[in-house]
């Protein structure tokens, strides 16, 4: 073993062998710094979730292993941290918050060393001093791990949205129908484009009601967007009528040189549902 090895085994020996009052001493600084708990979770049990970590933590220390995630002894450890920030992250914990459950140690085992009068030998700031690297180490993963894990739920909610806002609904048989609402861009239009095709080929459906009365402006792109859908829906065998134009909407179209070519549009989603009905009237009912 190395002399750091060496060091580090020594130090997480004497705060093992005064493991309770250790923790006490970590649960008294996390108390200090107001993250006794999860944020949006007053019930969470977090001296047993701090005692796990102190297990893992000193165990880890004590294997001799040079510290990192890919190393056996500290994969536990490692792992335990990940999954605390992953869950922190998506409680609505900040980072600050995060590295001051690491941070707290440092006060912890500082105190629990002065306790045990063994801050007065010269060679136990030393010890310290590694310990200090230890847990500066971890806060960086902790904080790298909670990025990672809030840009994740970041883009799991941002998918949910963009599903609720692109709802293609089966209202008839082979009859679906899609309001758009809000601009089109071109992240959202090929989200739009994927859910329709997709639902024209799961409800054979041979006609699209695509109505726009929630589409505040048109412009050159939004229309180009438009006309691929309906291109692509032709292409499945399903036409596209479209409606709800506004009148300023449909004057912007004219002064833009739109020209929607022979896609059907109809002025309200009645008249546009009218006719879909007409093209699918349905079996007829017992008399």
């Known amino acids: 073993m190395n002399a750091e090895s060496l060091n580090l085994e020594h130090l997480a020996a004497r705060l093992d062998a005064d493991r309770s009052a250790l923790l006490d001493d970590w649960m008294a600084a996390l108390g200090r710094l107001g993250a006794l708990y999860p944020p949006n979770d007053p019930s ?16 880890s220390i004590r294997s001799g292993e040079p510290q990192g995630p890919e190393r056996d002894a500290w994969r536990a450890l490692y792992e335990h941290i990940g999954s605390i920030s992953i869950d922190w992250a998506r409680r609505g914990a900040s980072p600050g918050e995060m590295a001051a459950r690491i941070r707290a140690f440092k006060a912890a085992s500082r105190n629990r060393l002065e306790e045990l009068g063994l801050l007065r030998r010269e060679d136990t700031w030393s010890h310290l001093f590694d310990l200090h690297d230890i847990l500066d180490r971890l806060v960086d993963y ?3 791990t ?35 609402v809000g601009t089109l861009d071109s992240v959202r239009a090929k989200r739009v484009m994927d859910t329709v095709l997709h639902s024209i080929q799961a409800n054979t459906a041979t006609t699209l009601l695509l109505d726009i009365t929630g589409v505040p402006a048109m412009d050159t792109h ?3 967007h438009i006309i691929k859908l309906t291109r692509a829906t032709r292409m499945m065998g399903c036409e596209t009528i479209i409606t709800g134009i506004a009148p300023e909407v449909a004057q912007s179209m004219v002064h833009l040189g739109i020209d ?28």
Request: aromatic share 4%.
């Open 146 to 180: 909670y990025a990672a894990g809030r840009d994740a739920y970041i883009r799991q909610q941002a998918d949910t949205i963009a599903d609720l806002t692109t709802p293609v609904t089966p209202i008839w048989d082979g009859v679906l129908l899609l309001p758009l």
């Open 222 to 224: 939004i229309a180009g």
């Open 142 to 144: 902790m904080l790298d």
């Open 44 to 59: 969470a049990d977090l001296r047993a979730q701090t005692a796990e970590l102190l297990n893992l933590l000193l165990a």
């Open 260 to 287: 929607l070519g022979d896609i059907r549009s109809r002025g309200r989603l009645k008249e546009g549902l009218a006719e879909a009905l007409a093209r699918h009237p349905g079996p007829d009912l017992p008399g």
